[in-house]
């Protein structure tokens, strides 16, 4: 199992009003497998996956990611697995401005230390994935949004993350784009994928589903 989840509880105030976010949430999530979390707003989804990706901590219950307890990581630990093991996926992209399309996808590798020509490849290899070695010169503020999340989506399969988390990642695309986008994600082999959506389509793309309604399955 990539995750497994057991009595997870997670609260946080609004003002002086609690929040339960998540209530005793007990699952299982497949490794090598996309799986997507829905559910309406408040339902947990977002909340969840924050603690699955390191984002927020395990403030009561057990989470294991292929076998570690995530609440037992020391900080420098849990810098090391977003770094290395995680690759993310934003609503928003999260591209570095001044960098083309190909440096953003370097820049990353970098900070892992790989070598110069191990960068070289996985860069070229995680752009031609996605259709856009032909751009790898542009700037984000010279690509579309579709093709800004497809720079995003190369970042991440660069790293060669045991998981790819992503955050509602269609949202801000139109239909036909999303749809591509979705294709990119279900054709990566062996790739274990976790995200979260309000988006029927995107669902249809997902091998395992979770749905969540005031933070309970559902």
Known sequence: MLFQIKDLVFSYFLGKEKVEALRGLTLTIRKGVM???????????????NILGLIEP??????LFLGEDLAALTERE??????HRFGFIFQQFHLIPPLTAEENVAYFLISQGCSKEEVRARTQEALEAVGLWSYRKQKPSELSGGQKQ??????????????????ELTASLDRKTAQEIMKILANLKNTSIVLTTHDPMVEEYAEDHIHLIDGRLS
């Open 35 to 49: 799986t997507a979390i829905s559910g309406p707003s408040g339902s947990g989804k977002s909340t969840l996956l």
């Open 58 to 63: 395990v403030q009561e219950g057990k989470v």
């Open 78 to 83: 849990k810098n090391m697995m977003r770094r």
């Open 150 to 167: 497809r720079v995003a989506i190369a970042r991440a399969i660069a790293k060669k993350p045991d998981v790819i988390i992503a955050d």
